[in-house]
């Protein structure tokens, strides 16, 4: 019956897609449906397909903050594939897809002579996944260069100002949200500070290298797992006044924990890397070793900044 509106409509639907292969950290079961839209209408009707027929619904983008469930997501996941961006070179002014890839975007307006979101390049993921979370990294947020932004809610879309998310270090307050009707981020609006192009280009390659060195990437991950208690990711000389969560795992030995195919990455321990066929319930039990080390030693309980999505059992998994 879903399959055949979303068909109507001309937008792709396929049944029991593992979310383990659409999301970075390798783990999930099947989702009951999985729709790639390509286009905002596309977006829009699926999101209103899904409410009308009382369906659980999850729009995702690159899935790449997100560890989804051995038993899977019981709805509709639909994986927002829209693309386009335009760029006023002039003005500054740029207008994205909410599922144009970040640094997609970031390059592009780089080549246009335009900077500012440089220090987040190499973050995976989209538009509307990085404004949901206030995604940053070196101190600079995306919330600092979007303007405002048109979400799509039971009315309708309306355009808002950012301010309206309320960002703060890696949340705004529709991160987690799980009610109906949800809201859906159609498009971004961006202004950029006018730079030389191969300043822009060169700090490009800075932020790059930094990744490389510090992160364990070409591995499935999804990025930090914990929030830095300090709430900034603005680097300190004193790790130990930052409170970043990197520093309070490594200190604790976190280092040394695994669980099933997953375990702490030697490059950095606030990062998970699926190693060999981990569950999504390997990478939790993971998790949970991980805080556990961290209050053992400090007295802090550290907070995700990934977010779980599908149908957890967590009795089953003591
Ligand atoms: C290698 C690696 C490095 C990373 N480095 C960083 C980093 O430096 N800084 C940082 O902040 N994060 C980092 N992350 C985490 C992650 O990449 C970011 O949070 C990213 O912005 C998430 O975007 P996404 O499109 O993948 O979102 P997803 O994981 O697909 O979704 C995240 C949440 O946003 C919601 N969402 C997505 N799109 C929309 C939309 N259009 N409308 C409404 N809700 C939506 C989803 O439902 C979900 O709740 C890293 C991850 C990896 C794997």
Same mark, same amino acid.
């Given at each position: 019956?879903?399959?055949?509106?979303?068909?109507?409509?001309?937008?792709?639907?396929?049944?029991?897609?593992?979310?383990?292969?659409?999301?970075?950290?390798?783990?999930?079961?099947?989702?009951?449906?999985?729709?790639?839209?390509?286009?905002?209408?596309?977006?829009?009707?699926?999101?209103?397909?899904?409410?009308?027929?009382?369906?659980?619904?999850?729009?995702?983008?690159?899935?790449?903050?997100?560890?989804?469930?051995?038993?899977?997501?019981?709805?509709?996941?639909?994986?927002?594939?829209?693309?386009?961006?335009?760029?006023?070179?002039?003005?500054?002014?740029?207008?994205?897809?909410?599922?144009? *890839?970040?640094?997609?975007?970031?390059?592009?307006?780089?080549?246009?002579?335009?900077?500012?979101?440089?220090?987040?390049?190499?973050?995976?993921?989209?538009?509307?996944?990085?404004?949901?979370?206030?995604?940053?990294?070196?101190?600079?947020?995306?919330?600092? *260069?979007?303007?405002?932004?048109?979400?799509?809610?039971?009315?309708?879309?309306?355009?808002?100002?950012?301010?309206?998310?309320?960002?703060?270090?890696?949340?705004?307050?529709?991160?987690?949200?799980?009610?109906?009707?949800?809201?859906?981020?159609?498009?971004?609006?961006?202004?950029?500070?006018?730079?030389?192009?191969?300043?822009?280009?060169?700090?490009?390659?800075?932020?790059?290298?930094?990744?490389?060195?510090?992160?364990?990437?070409?591995?499935?991950?999804?990025?930090?797992?914990?929030?830095?208690?300090?709430?900034?990711?603005?680097?300190?000389?004193?790790?130990?006044?930052?409170?970043?969560?990197?520093?309070?795992?490594?200190?604790?030995?976190?280092?040394?924990?695994?669980?099933?195919?997953?375990?702490?990455?030697?490059?950095?321990?606030?990062?998970?890397?699926? *190693?060999?066929?981990?569950?999504?319930?390997?990478?939790?039990?993971?998790?949970?070793?991980?805080?556990?080390?961290?209050?053992?030693?400090?007295?802090?309980?550290?907070?995700?900044?990934?977010?779980?999505?599908?149908?957890?059992?967590?009795?089953?998994?003591?």
């Amino acid at each position: 019956m879903i399959e055949k509106k979303f068909n109507l409509c001309g937008i792709d639907i396929t049944p029991a897609l593992p979310l383990s292969e659409i999301c970075s950290m390798g783990v999930g079961g099947n989702s009951l449906y999985l729709s790639r839209v390509k286009t905002l209408d596309q977006l829009m009707k699926a999101v209103e397909i899904c409410e009308s027929s009382d369906l659980e619904y999850k729009v995702i983008g690159g899935g790449t903050n997100i560890i989804a469930s051995d038993s899977g997501f019981s709805g509709v996941i639909i994986k927002n594939e829209t693309s386009q961006i335009t760029i006023d070179s002039a003005r500054g002014r740029v207008i994205a897809d909410s599922g144009v *890839f970040l640094s997609n975007l970031i390059v592009q307006c780089a080549s246009q002579g335009l900077g500012g979101l440089d220090p987040l390049y190499g973050i995976p993921g989209t538009v509307g996944g990085a404004l949901i979370n206030n995604a940053g990294s070196h101190g600079v947020a995306i919330s600092d *260069f979007a303007r405002s932004f048109t979400l799509m809610d039971k009315e309708g879309p309306k355009t808002y100002k950012v301010e309206y998310l309320e960002p703060s270090y890696r949340k705004t307050k529709l991160k987690f949200v799980k009610k109906k009707p949800r809201e859906v981020v159609l498009s971004v609006i961006f202004q950029f500070n006018s730079r030389k192009q191969e300043e822009v280009m060169s700090d490009l390659k800075k932020y790059k290298t930094i990744r490389q060195e510090r992160q364990p990437l070409g591995i499935k991950t999804s990025g930090s797992i914990f929030s830095n208690p300090s709430g900034t990711d603005k680097a300190t000389d004193d790790k130990s006044k930052n409170l970043s969560a990197g520093f309070l795992l490594e200190s604790s030995g976190a280092k040394r924990l695994s669980v099933g195919g997953a375990r702490v990455s030697k490059k950095h321990a606030n990062w998970i890397e699926n *190693f060999n066929h981990a569950t999504a319930s390997d990478v939790r039990k993971l998790i949970d070793l991980m805080r556990e080390s961290v209050n053992e030693k400090y007295n802090i309980i550290l907070k995700e900044e990934v977010e779980y999505i599908g149908d957890w059992d967590l009795s089953s998994d003591e």
